[in-house]
């Protein structure tokens, strides 16, 4: 039997494993059940030099006959601080955690292509590492594993993200930015109150504040290259306490986003240039607090090529759509920024079964007969990478 056969063979177990997986989310770093799951199935298939890895990672591999070379497929397995509102009879049992994102599927699809390959392995030369990867929501997950060595010794790898916005059973492998960067900050403004009726005697922190959000426009608008796409967001204003006081301080909260690591490296320069003199220009102070967030997720022309070969291969040209990037993050961009690699969008929208919610909707579902494709996907590109 080939990939695909194998795929569809095992698409109920797939949808089994998918429907457990969802009806018991964990949080990102408390994916202790999950991993335990995870093991216990490799287990079963067969493989069994599983090992924990970032806390509540595993990480296992399948060896074919011989050969050096090693490709990786990754799946993440945390879920969301989401209350399910589907009304399934798998819907989650943990209140107010919510696979609302698709690892489920991810996850339930990589141990599907795991028992492929387990079961294919005379016939492809070098290694497949199965990577479960936590705390993906929070952008931890993969830089914690890349740490612990998780890519050492690894040519490229895979990723499937099933998206909400394609048409259920399409696949999207372009090359290129496919994730945004995306960063978060803070902005503390310090002014000086007084009595609302007597402003000349204070600083206010809010007109300064105000200033700032406008003036952080100008940054997309004016500093950005045009042919670059950019977002800056602000999120939150907290100040003041009451309606006849002048504020003496303001907090700012935002995002930075982008598909370009130098556009995100300029981006702190710029806002801490530009906070800093709007507040000077009204006599009050601006401190910035700037966390670095996931880098832009770019997929590999070659690895790209490849993949769809692998899915055209088993599906047709037709199963190929393409479809537009988008500014969510996701940290599979540290591995890609690593080696190689490519992520795949893998379309679940489908009108006629109800599945028609974004990601993080509290009604965000799959459409399961896409769960064998991709499963098919991770198998036929690992083997067909591993005989390039």
């Not at 609302?100 to 290694?127: N, P």
Request: charged fraction near 25%; aromatic fraction near 8%; include cysteine.
């Amino acid at each position: 039997m080939n990939v695909r056969e194998l795929s569809e063979k095992y698409q109920n177990e797939i949808v089994a494993l998918r429907r457990e997986f969802h009806q018991n989310p964990e949080l990102s770093w408390q994916e202790y059940n999950t991993a335990a799951r995870i093991e216990k199935e490799l287990n079963k298939i067969g493989i069994n030099d599983t090992k924990r890895i970032a806390g509540t990672g595993v990480v296992s591999s399948i060896k074919g006959k011989k050969g050096n070379k090693v490709v990786a497929l990754r799946a993440d397995i945390d879920a969301l601080l989401v209350q399910e509102e589907n009304e399934t009879f798998y819907r989650s049992k943990n209140d107010g955690i919510m696979h609302a994102c698709g690892h489920d599927a991810h996850t339930a699809m990589l141990l599907g292509a795991a028992k492929v390959l387990w079961e294919l392995r005379e016939q492809f030369e070098g290694t497949v590492k199965l990577i479960f990867q936590p705390a993906e929501e929070v952008i931890e997950g993969a830089k914690k594993m890349l740490e612990e060595g998780v890519l050492e010794g690894v040519d490229s790898i895979l990723a499937i993200h099933v998206w909400s916005e394609l048409l259920s059973g399409k696949v999207s492998l372009e090359e290129g930015p496919r994730f945004a960067a995306g960063d978060r900050f803070k902005i503390a403004i310090k002014g000086k109150g007084s009595h609302g009726a007597m402003p000349h005697m204070g600083i206010d922190a809010i007109v300064a504040a105000s200033a700032v959000v406008m003036n952080l426009q100008t940054i997309v608008s004016r500093e950005i290259d045009p042919q670059e796409p950019a977002v800056i967001s602000i999120g939150k204003i907290e100040g003041g306490e009451n309606y006849n006081v002048i504020c003496d301080s303001v907090m700012i909260k935002g995002t930075a986003r982008s598909f370009n690591l130098q556009v995100q490296k300029k981006f702190p320069l710029l806002l801490e240039r530009i906070i800093k003199h709007t507040a000077s220009s009204f006599n009050a102070r601006a401190e910035l607090g700037y966390m670095e967030g996931a880098l832009p997720c770019i997929n590999d022309p070659a690895i790209s090529k490849i993949a769809k070969r692998s899915i055209t291969k088993l599906y047709g040209n037709n199963i190929v759509m393409p479809c537009n990037k988008t500014t969510a993050t996701e940290d599979f961009s540290f591995f890609l920024n690593k080696i190689p690699g490519v992520i795949a969008f893998l379309g679940t929208y489908n009108e006629e079964k109800g599945v028609i919610y974004p990601h993080h909707h509290n009604k965000f579902n799959i459409d399961e007969d896409i769960l064998s494709i991709g499963t098919s996907l991770y198998a036929q590109f690992a083997i067909d990478f591993l005989k390039k």
